[in-house]
């Protein structure tokens, strides 16, 4: 629908979710159907984390945490795709809806 439409040429279309959830929703959802509901999730400065960054970059050729994935990690994230929603018909479906069907069922 999309491949040569006037009403698409030469635009960037958001095709995000239909809600919006913070880190910590996110990551405790995908606990609880990952069945750890009772694992405590400790949150740490974000300065701690830059300087374990920093650290980590000077002592590991592909360290696990970087000073971008915090940046991404604390920087807000809620894109509204109501143009393509508008112009292409999109339809989102929201995280807590789609999520459990990414994890396997027992």
Not at 7 to 33: H, M, P, Q, V
Not at 47 to 56: E, S
Not at 91 to 101: A, C, K, N, S, T
């Amino acid at each position: 629908r999309v491949a040569g439409s006037a009403i698409a040429d030469g635009k960037t279309y958001n095709l995000s979710g239909g809600e919006a959830l913070s880190l910590l929703e996110f990551t405790r959802l995908c606990a609880d159907l990952l069945g750890l509901k009772q694992k405590r999730i400790v949150r740490l400065p974000v300065w701690f984390c830059l300087g374990l960054a920093r650290a980590m970059a000077l002592t590991l050729a592909q360290p696990p945490l970087t000073w971008q994935a915090i940046a991404g990690m604390i920087q807000p994230a809620n894109l509204d795709p109501g143009e393509a929603a508008r112009d292409l018909g999109y339809q989102p479906r929201g995280v807590r809806e789609q999520l459990p069907h990414c994890f396997p069922r027992s």
